[in-house]
């Protein structure tokens, strides 16, 4: 296995960690709203900073998932197409990858116009929002990095980096 390989899947699996730390700091966030309303008092911006966390664990497991097999995959459309799967499967990652490029480029853009614009949240926390933003562009290019992967692997070997899930693989016999 190539040191890149290993690179890319230890990125993928970081971000898989990195989404499971944020959905326990929804938890923590959650247990300590309601610590401070059974004690009465407030936690301002509590709210906000779970809806972050839930974005940076939907952008950061994005491309773990899609290693996976965990994303919604059109495999009975792929599996009918027999000996032109190479094909079905070449379109929607070059779909994929270009989309989630496109998503990435106008993430990073948008981020950037809110860190130049000092936008801040309208919450009680006024936190600067290119933060939060700036998880979702960091989520959002590694799964472009992902598609992109994926795309190059299997023009190159006929192979993908996505693991089949059950579903696939009673069809596939």
């Known amino acids: 296995m190539s040191t890149l ?10 971000g898989g960690v990195i989404a499971a730390l944020f959905l326990i700091a ?10 401070a309303r059974w004690s009465g008092s407030t936690f301002p911006g509590a709210t906000d900073y779970a809806g972050y ?7 950061f497991a994005f491309a773990y998932a899609l ?14 197409m ?16 270009v989309t989630a490029t496109f998503v990435a480029r106008y993430a990073i853009k948008y981020m950037m116009q809110s860190r130049q614009f000092n936008d801040v949240s309208q919450g009680q926390d006024a936190t600067p929002l290119w933060i939060p933003q700036m998880v979702m562009v960091a989520g959002a290019v590694l799964l472009a990095i992902a598609f ?24 596939a016999e």
Not at 5 to 14: P, Q
Not at 26 to 35: A, E, F, R
Not at 68 to 79: E, F, K, W, Y
Not at 90 to 96: D, E, I, L, Q, R
């Open 5 to 14: 390989r290993r690179a890319l899947d230890a990125l993928y699996f970081s």
């Open 26 to 35: 929804i938890l923590t966030i959650i247990v300590l709203q309601m610590l």
């Open 53 to 59: 966390c839930m974005a940076g664990a939907s952008f």
């Open 67 to 80: 290693n996976h097999g965990a994303h919604i995959r059109v495999s009975l459309a792929l599996n009918a």
């Open 82 to 97: 027999g000996r032109f799967r190479r094909w079905g499967e070449t379109f929607c990652f070059a779909v994929g990858a």
């Open 148 to 171: 992109w992967d994926n795309l190059i692997r299997l023009l190159a070997t006929g192979e993908t980096n996505v693991r089949e899930d059950l579903v696939d693989q009673s069809h």
